[in-house]
Structure formats: C-alpha cells, structure tokens
C-alpha cells in the first residue's frame, strides 16, 4: 500500500494541469509569481472562498468543486467586464488525497482551458475541507463596470435563467429561499442540479457589456438582494417584475408559480449577470447576447428611490420572506 503524498508532491500534481500564458514570468514553484500585466490596461482582482455544506453539499464530486470553485472568481470578473488572466488557489483538504485532487483538477483545468486564465500560485494545508481562488483579469481604463452606475429609466436585464441552482439545492436536500421541497422528474432533477454544480461564468457577455451597460452585479446570493447592491450604490430603485424572469423549462415543470418565484428571486447560486442599460442600447444588447450564445431578458426599469423593488405581473408589490441568502444570519436556507 503506497503512503500517501505529501504537500509538494500535492503542488507538482498541481503545476503538472496549469494553463501557460506567455504574460507568466514565473509561475508555481517559487516564494511569489513573477506577472506581466499588457500595458494600458487595469487589473481586476476578486476572490471567493468555497466551504463544505455551506457552499456546496457534502459528497458533491470532486470535479463539480474544482469547476464551481473557478467559475464563481470568473463570474465576478464578468460582472465587472474583465478578461480573465490568472488566478491562485488556496485548498485545504482533510488528508492528501491524490484522487480526489485528480478530480478536482479535472473540473478546475477544464474551465481554466475553456477561459485561458493561468494557475500562477496559491497554498494547499491540512484542514476542513475549503477551496480560496483569487483571479486577476484585465479591462481597459474607465470601461469596468460598476454597482454605481445605475440610471433613471435604464432598463434592468438578467442573463440566462435564474431559479435553477437554488431549485438543484433544495432536490440535494437543502432549503433555499424558504422552499424545502419541490417534485421534478429524474431528467428534470439531473438539469437542475447540473445547473448547481456547474454554473456557466458569461465572461464573454460580461466583456461585451463594458462601455454599453451603465452598472453590473454577478448573482450569488440572490437577484433581489443583489440587484439592492446596485440600486444602492446607485442611490436609485431597481424595479423587477419576479413574472418576467425567464425561468427554465426544468423549472417551469418542477415548481408552481409561487415556487418559482421564490426560487428565482431571492434563490442565489445562479451567477448570472444583473446589469442596467439605457432603453437605447436594446437592440445592441440583443444582438451581444445572440454573438455570445446567452439569452438575456428584460425584467424591469430604474426608477426613484432606493435599493430594489419586487412586484408581479400586475404592478402590484410582492416581497418574499428573504430576498437571498447571508452569512452569519440565522434561518438562511
């Protein structure tokens, strides 16, 4: 029976799956990386930290870690308009389980390839099990997008179809946005939860955006309280029709209206893009969703006021227990 590996036998594991990018001076295998940032461009840096049953459901395969582990880092750097470059990563695992890692590699390698973004460094311990991913992307100077930048009749757009991830956490057993229980079928059930474990980060649409859109936000926790951080900054109102949001026809199938609108408003784990537009730019918009292969729907407008605004197909207002999820509050799922 073979010992198992050790830490730098982990990391050479590690080095071994790497994407090589020419703007690499040094990579894994020193103290520091050594980058080379294109000039006239600025540097986005976000990071996001993955935890065992909290964000992701224990027994989830190792490969589905290692994608969501990425794509979350790669979905802020869209909502910001960036192109992915390079990125680190911090894991602590419970033993040095070279199979598992495998597999973890397997996911992470794959979504780094498909978005060129290059392993460069990071950490690996002993501990519960815990992913970090910092990733660094480029966008041009005064073209990011923002929270803040919101506008008074600007419309209010969502990409892909919102619901599905929280609708894949309450089938693996977790209640999300006050649902705990809803039916779906074996196909719809394998839909739903594959839209959980391997979100799609619209880098491609993110970078489209940049100088179109007049603010962005990834949603995570949830598009009512995510669409509030832009309604915020903004010092404006993101009115929403929660009857408007397109919703998948895997869901559509597995949850009555009420459901579904818990579900996509206030469910979390989507990480599609949130962003306000000008009513001008809509053919634009459109014909950027069609180029990039992400459909995006218009479902409501800015208006005076603050934070977000929930109402139904009628105009009438609708607010649901919690609008998304928050750590260290009591009764999240």
């Excluded at 600025?42 to 049953?53: I, R």
């Excluded at 910092?134 to 919102?162: I, M």
């Excluded at 990834?218 to 951080?229: E, K, M, P, R, V």
């Amino acid at each position: 029976m073979s010992a198992a590996p050790g830490e730098f036998e982990l990391i050479e594991r590690i080095r071994r799956r790497v994407v090589a990018r020419g703007d690499v001076v040094l990579g894994i295998g020193d103290d520091a990386a050594l980058l080379a940032p294109p000039p006239g461009r600025q540097l986005v840096v976000a990071m996001d930290t993955l935890n065992a049953g909290v964000h992701f459901p224990l027994g989830t395969p190792a490969a589905d870690i290692g994608w969501k582990a990425l794509a979350v880092n790669l979905s802020d750097l869209a909502a910001m308009g960036a192109a992915p470059a390079w990125c680190t990563l911090s894991l602590s695992m419970p033993e040095a389980d070279a199979r598992w890692l495998d597999g973890f590699l397997d996911g992470f390698s794959m979504l780094a390839a498909m978005h060129d973004i290059a392993l460069v460094g990071g950490d690996t311990t002993r501990g519960p099990l815990s992913v970090c991913v910092t990733a660094h992307g480029f966008v041009g100077p005064g073209r990011a997008l923002r929270r803040d930048g919101a506008r008074l009749g600007d419309d209010v757009w969502v990409s892909g179809t919102p619901g599905d991830a929280a609708a894949g956490l309450v089938l693996a057993g977790i209640a999300a946005a006050g649902v705990d229980r809803i039916e779906a079928s074996t196909e719809d059930r394998d839909a739903l939860a594959f839209r959980l474990a391997r979100p799609q980060p619209r880098v491609a649409l993110g970078a489209a955006l940049a100088g179109v859109a007049h603010s962005c936000i990834d949603i995570s926790d949830g598009l009512l309280a995510d669409a509030a951080h832009i309604g915020r900054a903004s010092g404006a109102a993101l009115r929403i029709d929660v009857d408007a949001l397109p919703a998948s026809a895997a869901l559509a199938r597995s949850a009555d209206t009420d459901t579904r609108r818990l579900l996509q408003a206030a469910g979390g784990d989507d990480y599609e893009l949130c962003f306000t537009a000008p009513a001008s730019a809509r053919d634009a918009i459109d014909a950027m969703a069609r180029e990039c292969g992400v459909p995006v729907t218009r479902v409501g407008d800015v208006t005076a006021g603050e934070g977000v605004r929930p109402v139904d197909a009628e105009g009438r207002h609708w607010q649901p227990a919690r609008t998304g999820y928050q750590h260290f509050a009591a009764d999240q799922r």
